[in-house]
């Protein structure tokens, strides 16, 4: 059976507070909630449009230099942009290629972007960046157990 939500965690944990996502997603795996589906890798990718079959929510968690502090929660929506042309690409290109490809809608989808500020290779997390993670960490357990965020 497919997991209704589905979490995409983005991020290179070998470049300082681009650990982000993945720390969120190994904290969220650890808790298990049912069904949560959790997706980490470096970058978003064409393939993952598939990762959004089946699902009733999708949640992308990155680390963003451009966010607010601690973090920004949105709502994305499908759409074609710059980044289908590319190696990665964005939670609107994934949502678009999903529905490009299925001929269905893509599922209702937020962006939960955590403020980072050094993304040197080989640093650790920010002082900053943990405290962030701390603050996003809340919203995203609550949206992973069936509370739904406010945007």
């Known amino acids: ?8 965690a ?14 969120l997603a190994a904290r969220l795996e650890a808790e298990q909630p049912v069904g949560v589906a959790v997706v980490t890798d470096f970058q978003l990718q064409v393939e993952h449009a598939l990762d959004l079959e089946g699902r009733e929510l999708a ?3 990155d680390a963003a230099v451009d966010a607010e502090a601690p973090y920004e929660l949105r709502v994305v929506r499908p759409q074609r942009d710059r980044s289908h042309t590319t190696h990665a690409l964005s939670p609107a290109a994934v949502l678009e290629t999903f529905e490009r490809c299925t001929g269905r809608a893509a599922p209702p989808a937020w962006v939960l972007a955590v403020r980072g500020e050094h993304f040197e ?6 002082d900053q960046a943990r405290d962030n993670l701390e ?10 157990f069936g509370e739904s965020p406010e945007p």
């Open 1 to 8: 059976m497919t997991a209704a939500v589905v979490v995409f």
């Open 10 to 23: 983005v991020g290179n944990p070998s470049r300082g507070d681009d650990a982000i996502g993945p720390e």
């Open 59 to 61: 949640l992308f968690v």
């Open 121 to 126: 290779l080989g640093a650790p997390l920010s």
């Open 135 to 144: 603050a996003a960490w809340r919203v995203l357990r609550a949206f992973s």
